[in-house]
């Protein structure tokens, strides 16, 4: 069974530029999560979704990062204007919604604002 | 969120158990106790969970301190492969905008000498 798909794995833009990030969960995972990791530092929660609703975004800035779960499968974490803090490595996850569960993470897609 | 603490840094060498500890004074009664790892370039990999007794998994064990304040993960025969930062992470189950959040810290850096 595939595992959580990002894509790109590697993005380079200047600041000011939009971009944006794809994320497709296991296939039955209704929970997804966006997580933000900067360099040396344990991954930080953006926005948590159950299926398309999203359940918990207080820590997603929201004056330039959105993000959307069409039809509770696939998901898209934009950033508009970029910043340079904006520097980091963006993970999606997704699991089953039981609190037990283990969460599935992606690779992560390493964005870098020049 | 309940919080933990983790050394910043372990080593271990090949072949030898590995005792990786995890300070969670402020455990409430519905939080698991979570372990992730998370190798170089990779995205956090889940290794094992549990509430109350301690746990066994082809991965590792975790062993939970009989007041929950505390637990252990041992890897059991460290390989370079298991050359990681390892999380440990509250996961609260009570219900609200909290429940399955997973917060990570800065874990700890565990390294494997040949």
């Known amino acids: 069974e595939a595992g959580v798909v990002q894509s790109p794995r590697y993005k380079i833009i200047e600041k000011k530029q939009p971009v944006a990030f794809w994320c497709n969960p296991i296939?039955?995972?209704?929970?997804l999560y966006w997580y933000r990791q900067n360099l040396g530092q344990g991954p930080e929660l953006l926005i948590r979704?159950?299926?398309?609703?999203?359940?918990?975004d207080s820590q997603l800035p929201k004056d330039r990062f959105s993000a959307e779960r069409l039809k509770g499968v696939d998901s898209t974490l934009k950033i508009q204007p970029a910043e340079l803090g904006d520097s980091a490595v963006y993970l999606c996850?997704?699991?089953?919604?039981?609190?037990?569960?283990?969460?599935?993470f992606g690779e992560g897609s390493r964005l870098t604002v020049l | 969120d309940a919080k933990t603490t983790q050394p910043n840094s372990m080593e271990s060498n090949e072949e030898e158990p590995v005792h990786l500890p995890c300070n969670h004074s402020?455990?409430?009664?519905?939080?698991?106790i979570h372990w992730y790892r998370q190798l170089p370039s990779q995205g956090p990999e889940y290794v094992i969970h549990?509430?109350?007794s301690n746990v066994n998994n082809r991965m590792a064990s975790l062993a939970i301190a009989e007041d929950r304040k505390s637990s252990t993960l041992i890897l059991h025969r460290a390989t370079l492969r298991d050359a990681a930062v390892y999380y440990c992470?509250?996961?609260?189950?009570?219900?609200?905008?909290?429940?399955?959040?997973?917060?990570f810290g800065q874990g700890t850096i565990l390294t494997v000498h040949p």
């Open positions: 979704y159950e299926n398309e609703e999203a359940v918990d």
């Open positions: 402020t455990i409430s009664g519905t939080d698991y």
């Open positions: 296939s039955g995972h209704n929970t």
């Open positions: 992470i509250l996961r609260d189950s009570a219900g609200g905008t909290s429940y399955g959040k997973l917060t």
């Open positions: 996850a997704s699991s089953l919604r039981e609190s037990g569960r283990e969460l599935f």
């Open positions: 549990g509430l109350t």
